[in-house]
C-alpha cells in the first residue's frame, strides 16, 4: 500500500516555514502499515497542483494533500481539487454551522469569504474540522483516496489521528501492525548492529527491526504484520525480551516515548523528585522536562548557573573549587549536583557543566569536554563527555547523557 | 529563475527526520533572487530518482539534490546521476587524498567503500567537502545546472554558503538583491497591513515587502532587485526607514536576527547583565539566550522556579505573597523578577508566570493566562497576556513575549 504527501503553498518553498507535518504523517503512515513514496511540496498555482496530482496518482493509492485551504484569494486547494475531479461546489450546511460557531464564540463579524469555506467540490466526503474553519475533505476517485487537509499542524494532526488513520485502515484492510519501540542510549548504530546480529538475522520475514538513530540515542523497533493480531504481539514481545536481554545496559526504556518522559513518569510512580543546575547546558534540560504535561509533579525546579558567582550563592560550590579545577570538572559539577539537591530540597539532582563552544575550548577542555553528575541520597556520580565541536549539538547531546544518567540512577535504585 | 530541490533517501519519507534542508535551502536561495518551484523527497530507488530528475529539469534551470551519498549500498544518488547523464566514473585523486587523510586523522582503518567515495561521474566538476567524506558534484548539462550534495545540514550549510551560491550567481548573472528585516512583536499580521497599507501602495515593482510571521512576532522583509546596487541600498533603506516611522512601537530590531541576539548585542555593547526566573516557561528562555555563543558575557543564569519552594528560597517570593495572589499574578511575578535581579546581582531581570495548560485552569486565570515582569535598577513592571490553549504554544509565545518586554526596556534605558 503506496501513499504520496502534497503539501501546498509558497511558505515551505521561501522557506519561511518547516515542513514538519510531512514527516510526522510519514510516521503515522508506516506505523498503520503504509509506506510513503513521495513528499512533494508545491505552490499555489493550479496548473502545478494538477500535475502533482497526476503524478501522485500514476504512484500511490492514498495522496494526502496538506495546505492551500485558506479564506484568502491565495488558497486554491479547493477549487483546483474541483478542477481535477471534474465536480461542481455544493455549500455544506453542517460545515456552515461550525464556521458561524465559531465566529459567534469569538464574536467574530462573518463575510463571504468565511461562508465560503463552506463550498466543498459536490462530489467529496466532508470530515468536520473540530479545531477549524477549514473543512477537510475526502476523495474515492478511480479507486484511490485523496484527502485534502488544512496545512495547520494541531488541526492536521487531529484529523490525522481521529479521522484520516482509522478510516484508510478500514478501507484497505490492512493486516494487523504491531510495533515494540526500545530506547537505547550510550552505544553507536554499528557497535549496536553487531552485538544484535544473529537475533535480527533470526527473525521471520514478517517481523523487521529498525535502526532509528538520534544524537545519542539509537530507538529500535521491532515491527511485525500479520492476520492474528494477538499471536503478532506475543511474538513481537518475545523478540524484544531478546533484544534487551543482549543489550540490557543500554537499554532506557521499552516504550516508544521520550527519555525526559519516562524518567517522569518512573519517578511519579515512586513519588520522587528532581531538580537540575545546568551551566553548558543553559536550561535546556529543564525545557525538555517541562514541555510535559504535569511535569511538576516530579521537577521542583532548578538552576542555570552560567556564571562561576551563580554557581557558588545559588549552588554552593565552593570558590576553591572552581579556583583549583575549573567550572568543568568533575569536582565542580558534583558540588553543583550537590547543592541542587539540598538547596532545592529534591530526592535527586542532575547537573551539567561543559564547554559548549565554539569559544572558550583549551588544551585540556578542548570544546565538546562536558562533565555530568548526578546526586541521590546516598552519593553523587559523575562522569565526563567528549561531544563535538558544535555548540548546538553538545548542548543536546549534553542534554541526552545526563538524562540517560539519571535515569540510570533512578532504575539502579527503584529496582 | 527557477530551482528546485530534490532529497533522497529513506528517512524523510519513514518520518524518521524532519527535512530542514529544504527550508534553509528555499530561504538562501530566495534570498538571492532565485525562486524555488517544488521541493521533492524521494526513496533511494533509482527509477524513481530519475524520474524526479527528468521532471525537475523541464520545469527548472537549477536542480539542487542532497542525500545518498554515503558509502553504504542504499547510497545509490551517484551511480543514478552517472545513468541520467550517460557517464562513466572515474577516481578523483583530491578527493580521495582528502578522504584518506580524514581516515588518518581518525586512526580508522579504511576499506574499498571508503575509497569509493572518490569515485564521480566523469563529466562532473567536483566541489570539495571540507566537513566530510562525500564530495559535492557540479553537473552543466543541457543548459541546466544539477548540484549533488550531501544531506547531513552543516555539510550541506557550508557547501552551499561558500561554495553553490557564489556560483551559481556568477553562472546565471543574477541582479544584485537587498534585503531589510524588521522584526516587529506584539501586532498582528492584519493590523500591521494595515498601518502599513500606504507605504505598500507606493512601492516600485522592483522592491517588495513581505509579511513573514511566527509565534506573535513578524518579520517586514523589503527586498528590492536592480542592477545599481548602491542606488538599490539606499532606496531600500528609505523605505524600511518610513516602514519604522510608521510603526515604531512595535519595532523590535531592524536586522534580520533572532529576538534573544538582538537584546544579547544592545546589553553587550553597554556591559550590561540579564537573569531569568522562570516558572512557565521551565527554562525555555534560558535555553533561547544560551544557544548563542558569547552569551556568557551578558546572561549570568537564572532559576527554573517551578514550584512555589523555589519561588520563595531561591528568589525571595514572599509566602504571603503566593498565598494570597497565586503563583500566576501580578505580585508574584514581580516579587520573582526583583528577587532574580537582587539574587542574582544582574542590571536586569525578567520573570514569567503562567498556566502553560493543558490543567491547571481555573476560572479567573485559564489556561494561557501569562503573567511577565521586567526589573531594572528603578522599577519593576509588570504585563498579562492571554494565549492559547496549546503548552508548547504558551511557553513559546510566553517567551517571546518576555524577550520583547526586555527588549523595550533596554531600549528606553539606553536610548
Redesign the interface.
Known amino acids: 500500500m503506496l501513499a504520496e504527501i502534497i503539501t501546498i503553498g509558497d511558505e ?9 507535518n ?9 506505523l498503520i502499515g503504509i ?9 499555489d498555482d493550479a496548473d ?1 497542483i494538477i500535475e ?1 496530482l497526476q ?1 501522485a496518482e500514476k504512484r500511490a493509492d492514498i495522496i494526502l494533500i496538506t495546505g492551500g485551504l485558506g479564506p484568502t484569494k491565495d488558497d486554491i486547494t479547493k477549487i483546483t481539487m474541483a478542477r481535477y475531479f471534474n465536480m461542481g461546489f455544493r455549500r455544506d450546511q453542517e460545515t456552515l454551522g461550525h464556521v458561524t460557531d465559531i465566529f459567534v464564540r469569538y464574536n467574530k463579524p462573518m463575510i463571504e469569504s468565511n461562508r465560503k469555506q463552506a463550498d466543498v467540490p459536490d462530489g467529496c466526503t466532508v470530515i468536520k474540522n473540530k479545531n477549524g474553519t477549514a473543512p477537510c475533505m475526502w476523495f474515492e476517485e478511480r479507486g484511490k483516496i485523496f484527502v485534502s487537509m488544512p496545512g495547520v499542524p ?1 488541526e492536521m494532526k487531529y484529523l490525522m489521528e481521529e479521522e484520516i488513520l482509522p478510516r484508510l485502515k478500514k478501507a484497505f484492510k490492512l493486516p494487523a501492525i504491531i510495533h515494540k519501540t526500545i530506547l537505547t542510549a550510550n552505544i553507536g548504530e554499528s557497535f549496536l548492529a553487531v552485538e544484535l546480529e544473529e537475533i535480527e538475522d533470526s527473525l521471520p520475514a514478517h517481523i523487521k527491526l ?1 535502526y ?1 538513530p538520534k544524537l545519542g540515542q539509537i530507538r529500535l523497533r521491532l515491527s511485525g504484520s500479520g492476520d492474528d493480531e494477538n499471536l503478532l504481539k506475543a511474538e513481537v514481545e518475545a523478540y524484544a525480551q531478546q533484544i534487551i536481554n543482549k543489550v540490557k545496559k543500554y537499554v532506557v526504556i521499552d516504550q516508544d516515548i521520550a527519555l525526559e518522559k519516562a524518567i517522569l513518569n518512573i519517578m511519579q510512580a515512586h513519588k520522587l523528585t528532581l531538580s ?1 543546575a ?1 551551566s553548558c ?7 525538555l ?3 510535559h ?4 509533579a516530579v ?9 562561576n ?2 554557581k557558588t ?2 549552588l554552593g560550590v565552593h570558590a576553591e573549587t572552581l579556583g583549583t579545577y575549573g567550572a568543568v570538572s568533575e569536582e565542580t559539577v558534583k558540588e553543583m549536583a550537590y547543592g541542587a539537591r539540598i ?3 529534591t530526592d535527586y539532582a542532575v547537573a551539567v557543566s561543559g564547554v ?4 572558550g575550548g583549551t588544551e585540556d577542555k578542548p570544546v565538546g569536554t562536558v562533565w555530568v553528575a548526578v546526586a541521590n541520597s546516598h552519593h553523587v556520580i559523575a562522569r565526563k563527555f567528549n561531544f563535538s565541536n ?3 549539538q553538545n ?1 543536546e547531546r549534553s542534554a541526552i547523557a545526563a538524562l540517560s544518567m539519571v535515569l540510570n540512577e533512578i532504575k539502579q535504585d527503584v529496582g
Do not use: C
Open positions: 515551505i518553498l521561501i522557506g519561511q516555514i518547516v515542513d514538519t510531512s514527516a510526522w504523517m510519514a510516521e503515522q503512515l508506516n509506506k510513503v513514496k513521495q513528499v512533494s511540496s508545491v505552490s502545478h502533482a503524478l494541531f529498525a532509528l537540575t545546568e547546558t543553559g536550561g535546556y534540560i529543564a525545557h522536562i517541562t514541555q504535561p504535569g511535569s511538576s521537577y521542583a525546579g532548578g538552576a542555570v548557573t552560567y556564571s558567582a551563580l550563592s545559588v538547596n532545592f530540597k559548549a563552544g565554539p569559544d558544535r555548540r548546538a548542548i
